[in-house]
């Protein structure tokens, strides 16, 4: 089945229907009091189970189910599974802050929903209520979500791609890539298409302390490049990706003639930490030329500014299309800025990024 989700709600200004979908009455009661102070939203029901879920979603046609992860009778993973399947449409998870729920987690964005949020271990009722805004906008995003599709349960792994064969391109140059909503999956796409002797690839995908070393862990299983939670002060090398923490910026520095990782507790840019702003503006600053900047599917702007500047320092840059992004706002930005040389689908980038390579090196033997 690929039916696209119909997004007439939002585009006519009408008011987006949520379904809540969780096992504990608390949380059903919190959500549904948070969703409906707003004026574009309006809460069409509130299941404790899949089973009675799926006769709500028959009667009410919501636009954006939330989904708890952990529930009695079918978990939300095997839901999930069977909705984007049949009827697919925008989900944001509600995950616990676990290293099973991370997983979990994880495992949901790949069968096709569009976001989670992180439900306190603790305190419940002060917890998502100190989330709600953050709830409120995921929401609204997920209603905006472009594709989606029915997913696979099991995705085909790409073709693996040949190696660059040129060790001063891969120990020179440096790959930068900014993602955020639907970016777990397309940061997925273009790593595991990567060579084993990639030039070394730092990452800043918006994402909150906890999940991080479990989508590196995750990447490192399916990727040829070698894929970690980025450490501060550790070298930057070739063959290797650095995903920023949660909680924490990702910035690139000089230590002598080397490279090397650094973390910022600073506060959040563009509302974000880690951000792709801090990112990007470290590769403009050092990198000049020898950077090649990335920017995937995301809501909002941030890295854009900055993207801009590393294209001024010489970096040659590419953006995501819109027809393969969930959200087409971050790349959507990055071009207005005019920061974008090449904008592409996501199954595209990893292989026009060794071209480029291949024509680099091929042309000047030198970066």
């Not at 609204?140 to 085909?156: E, F, S, W």
Request: aromatic share 4%; charged share 25%.
């Amino acid at each position: 089945m690929n039916s696209s989700v119909n997004l007439s709600p939002v585009a006519a200004g009408g008011r987006i229907k949520v379904l809540i979908v969780d096992d504990s009455a608390l949380v059903r009661q919190l959500l549904t009091e948070i969703f409906s102070r707003e004026r574009d939203m309006t809460v069409v029901g509130a299941a404790p189970n899949p089973l009675v879920a799926r006769e709500m979603i028959r009667a009410t046609d919501p636009d954006v189910l939330t989904l708890d992860i952990e529930m009695p009778q079918m978990d939300g993973l095997d839901f999930l599974e069977r909705l984007m399947r049949l009827r697919p449409m925008p989900v944001v998870m509600v995950s616990t802050l676990t290293d099973r729920g991370s997983e979990a987690t994880l495992r949901a964005l790949e069968l096709g929903a569009v976001d989670f949020v992180s439900k306190p271990k603790l305190g419940i009722a002060q917890g998502i209520a100190e989330y709600a805004e953050e709830i409120v906008a995921k929401v609204r995003v997920a209603a905006r979500a472009r594709g989606i599709r029915a997913r696979p349960v099991r995705p085909v792994a790409p073709q693996p791609l040949p190696q660059l064969g040129n060790r001063r391109l891969s120990t020179e140059k440096i790959i930068f890539i900014g993602a955020s909503t639907g970016g777990t999956e397309a940061v997925r796409e273009v790593l595991e298409r990567m060579p084993a002797d990639s030039p070394a690839v730092l990452v800043t995908q918006h994402m909150p302390p906890g999940f991080t070393r479990t989508f590196a862990a995750r990447l490192d299983s399916l990727c040829r490049l070698h894929v970690s939670e980025a450490v501060d002060g550790e070298r930057v090398l070739p063959g290797h990706a650095y995903i920023a923490p949660g909680g924490l910026h990702l910035k690139l520095v000089r230590s002598g003639a080397n490279y090397v990782a650094a973390l910022d507790d600073g506060e959040p840019v563009n509302r974000h930490k880690p951000s792709v702003e801090v990112l990007f503006h470290s590769a403009a600053e050092l990198c000049g030329p020898n950077a090649i900047g990335v920017m995937l599917t995301g809501m909002g702007r941030d890295g854009a500014l900055a993207m801009r500047r590393m294209k001024d320092a010489g970096a040659w840059n590419v953006a995501q299309d819109e027809a393969s992004c969930v959200v087409f706002g971050m790349p959507k930005e990055a071009i207005a800025a005019g920061a974008v040389d090449e904008v592409l689908p996501v199954q595209d980038i990893a292989g026009r990024l060794l071209q480029r390579l291949g024509s680099t090196g091929a042309r000047t033997n030198r970066v």
